[in-house]
């Protein structure tokens, strides 16, 4: 059942909910998500999500043990498979940025260069992520959305339904080795770690479980190729849609705040990360990530 979330927030008292832009987003104001939050608040905010792809959170002040609580509301959240960015004695959160303690890194320098969805590369990707700004940068360091509803709905419909019949093989290894070449400073990849994660195969079009709108599901970060169209036919069209959805009118770009909380749907949008001056700036964050799971991938397929 869809709950109204004007209802909803009005019942905790938040005061507001408006689009953050044309293309994709929506803040929902004053709710304190550090605190026990409603079921009813939980449906809206999924409802909402559905509707507009990322919500923001602003002025939270978020320990881990709140940040955990509140993104568990939305599914069973996933380990950091990189441990040595695991929040200490946390490794259900991950830490972004060039934050360092006692002389070494404790963040990923280097996440979110590229265009993406998180975790693509997985026989059953990521939901949804909710990024926590902890220490942002005044310049710089903003995260790029790109609506994939939108830039599907775009597409021809001839374009639609070749596409709906197409399927992209999506990479970890190769994302990391075009990551290496960005970053030398970031260490092979291991054999062990290249096994952990084959190659697989993802529809060029999922849908919304819930809502059943259909979304562009390819992003240049992780795609590599079309399996129907080995070859410069199949790189050609995966580029150009790559290209046709981070069109301006889709894209919506989040400037941060200490205290910003956003949360994506990983089927609705792809994202990347803008540079910043890391000779001036310290940025950290902290993320938490709901799993998929079998039952929910099955359920996005056209059929």
């Known amino acids: 059942m869809t709950v109204d979330l004007q209802a909803a927030v009005h019942a905790e008292s938040v005061v507001d909910v408006r689009r953050l832009s ?3 987003g929506a803040e929902v104001i004053a709710l304190d998500i550090s605190r026990p939050v409603s079921d009813a608040v939980i449906e809206a905010l999924r409802a909402t999500l559905d509707q507009h792809g990322v919500l923001l959170f602003r002025g939270q002040r978020l320990n881990a043990e709140a940040h955990i609580t509140f993104s568990r509301r939305f599914g069973v959240l996933q380990e950091v498979a990189q441990k040595q960015y695991q929040l200490e004695g946390q490794p259900l959160i991950y830490v972004i940025g060039n934050v360092e303690e006692n002389g070494r890194p404790i963040g990923d320098p280097s996440v979110g260069r590229l265009w993406h969805s998180d975790q693509s590369f997985l026989p059953h990707p990521a939901i949804g992520s909710l990024l926590y700004g902890v220490q942002c940068p005044p310049e710089g360091a903003a995260t790029l959305f790109a609506n994939m509803y939108a830039a599907y709905d775009a597409l021809p419909p001839q374009m639609r339904a070749h596409i709906e019949r ?3 093989v999506h990479s970890f290894s190769e994302y990391y080795e075009a990551l290496r070449e960005r970053d030398p400073t ?3 990849l291991t054999d062990t770690r290249r096994a952990l994660y084959p ?4 529809p060029l079009v999922r849908r919304n479980p819930r809502t059943g709108r259909k979304a562009l599901y390819v ?4 795609a590599t190729g079309i ?3 080995p070859g410069a036919t199949g790189a050609r069209l995966l580029r150009d849609l790559c290209d046709h959805a981070t069109r301006e009118e889709f894209v919506y770009a989040h400037a941060w705040r200490n205290g910003d909380v956003l949360f994506w749907d990983n089927l609705a949008v792809n994202h990347k990360g803008t540079p910043f001056d890391t000779g001036r700036f310290v940025r950290r964050m902290h993320r938490t990530t709901v799993a998929g799971n079998a039952a929910i991938y099955a359920a996005s397929l056209l059929g």
């Open 166 to 168: 197409l399927h992209a």
């Open 22 to 24: 044309p293309a994709l």
């Open 199 to 202: 190659d697989v195969i993802h």
């Open 227 to 229: 399996r129907e169209m």
């Open 186 to 188: 970031q260490p092979e």
């Open 219 to 222: 992003n240049p970060g992780y």
